[in-house]
């Protein structure tokens, strides 16, 4: 058993030297610990150069807790992206601080992922609230003009990308101690730039193949920017990475 747990610890830090991160500690009901049979969550604090400070708290062997980002390493001003997670590592809640204060859309979703109210903020001053299935009913009615619209698309294709994303998956060695199969989902920016920017995760496992599927997104290359109305424009896009060890 000691020696799992070991190897547990071996292969996080790995990971956290291969990435931007600067810091990570287990804790259990009485703080920070170093035997992981008492820990309860793993708390992992990564750089983005001078721009973020980001502080992700796991479930010690599964998926994301929460994703708080700061604009400074005392982390005391929230300032960027904020999410809290299902046991099941689908996003809950999700939305931006601007220094400290909420500001823009704010999304609260169901066990099945789908949004159900939406609350927009402007610098913590809340001003409307939106029912998404009303939203949805209203959509139906309204006919969209598709005319010089393009969706943003892999330099390669479709399939180049999926191929690429199978072709390069380095299962990691704690995920595998592990055996923590599943589907991890990343949502991401191309920009008009065709660049992938603001890769984050959207359904988590653990963190270790949470990492990994960062880094390969991020990593693909470049995309062709998605246009409308004959102009190019920032896409959103979602992409799952399946593993399993059955």
């Known amino acids: 058993m000691k020696k799992y747990f070991l190897i547990l610890f071996l292969s996080l830090s790995h990971v956290v030297f291969a990435q931007q991160i600067i810091n990570a500690v287990l804790v259990g009901d009485k703080g920070i610990t170093e035997d992981v049979k008492k ?4 708390i992992v604090v990564k750089s983005y150069g001078d721009t973020a400070i980001q502080r ?5 062997t ?8 700061y604009r400074d390493r005392t982390m005391e001003v929230l300032h960027g992206n904020y999410a809290t997670f299902f046991k ?25 992922a789908k949004a159900v109210t939406e609350y927009n903020y402007h610098l913590d001053t809340l001003l409307s ?22 969706e943003a698309s892999y330099k390669d294709g479709e399939k180049k990308f999926q191929e690429y994303i199978y ?23 191309i920009n008009t730039s065709g660049k992938v920017v603001n890769v984050y995760i959207w359904r ?19 995309w062709i920017p998605a246009v409308q109305r004959g102009r190019k424009v920032n ?3 979602e992409q799952p990475v399946s593993i399993s060890f059955r």
């Open 235 to 237: 896409a959103y896009r």
């Open 88 to 112: 099941t590592g689908i996003t809950s809640t999700q939305g931006n601080y601007v220094d400290n204060r909420k500001d823009g859309k704010w999304y609260v979703y169901n066990e099945k």
């Open 167 to 189: 072709a390069n998956l380095k299962i990691p060695d704690r995920t595998q101690a592990l055996e923590a199969g599943g589907t991890v989902k990343v949502r991401f920016m």
């Open 39 to 42: 820990a309860k969550s793993l």
């Open 204 to 222: 988590s496992v653990e963190f270790a193949f949470d990492e990994e599927v960062i880094r390969l997104v991020s990593s693909a290359g470049d």
């Open 129 to 150: 609230v939106l029912n998404w299935d009303s939203l949805e009913l209203a959509k139906k009615k309204i006919i969209t003009d598709t005319t010089g619209e393009q």
């Open 56 to 60: 992700l708290e796991y479930n010690v």
């Open 62 to 69: 599964g998926p994301l807790k929460s994703r708080l980002t």
